[in-house]
């Protein structure tokens, strides 16, 4: 999501049409499927991206909680991609006393109901914020970015047949293109720790691998 909701300067319509297409397309890579997203302001809110919510079965998953946050990183990451000067790490790590909703603000909370070990949601979040900016820093990933963030300052909203259509013409025949369940357990995989953190993900781990 990006704030801001006053102001739709050309700019900043780049820039919210950027970092909705990293939110959009770490999360399509990534099974999380996109109902729509756009760049028209509401009360709240320059910009949004609306997904379906996740399967029943996923919602016990740990990689589907896991992925919530490197999609959380996703937009900065895609911010500091395409804006020089932009410290995406530095905007992830630090909560503001201004910020009420924000993907730091979300990103955070999530990690704190993992764990009260202010070392251990440290650890997580530099995992999970390494995974996003190495996918994203893929070069036809970087493209689907772009070529999403183009169409959608051009149409301002996209739904989920124009989201698919950008993303995978502009994958074209890459590994992101090809493989992506394969790719996404290579590269976006919780640790250990994170499995542990909650009964129920060790309870569907035992469970899967019994299968």
Known sequence: MTNEPDKAE?????????HEAGHVVLGEL???TTEYVTVEPNDKMLAHVQRRPPSPLATLSRETHWRFLLVDCAGVIAEGMFFDGFMSYDVLSEVLPEDEISDTVQLWAYLESHSEDKKQQWKWFELAY????????NSA????????A???????TLNRDEVYDVIKAALGRSK??????????RYASPPQSWIDSREGYRAMAETMAAL
């Open 141 to 148: 990933v970087r493209r689907s970015v772009e070529s999403l």
């Open 130 to 137: 390494t995974q996003a900016q190495r996918i994203l820093s």
């Open 10 to 18: 050309p700019d900043d319509l780049w820039r919210a049409a950027v």
């Open 150 to 156: 183009a169409r959608l300052k051009e149409k301002r």
């Open 176 to 185: 992101w293109g090809r493989d992506r369940f394969q790719m996404g357990e």
């Open 30 to 32: 990534l099974s999380m």
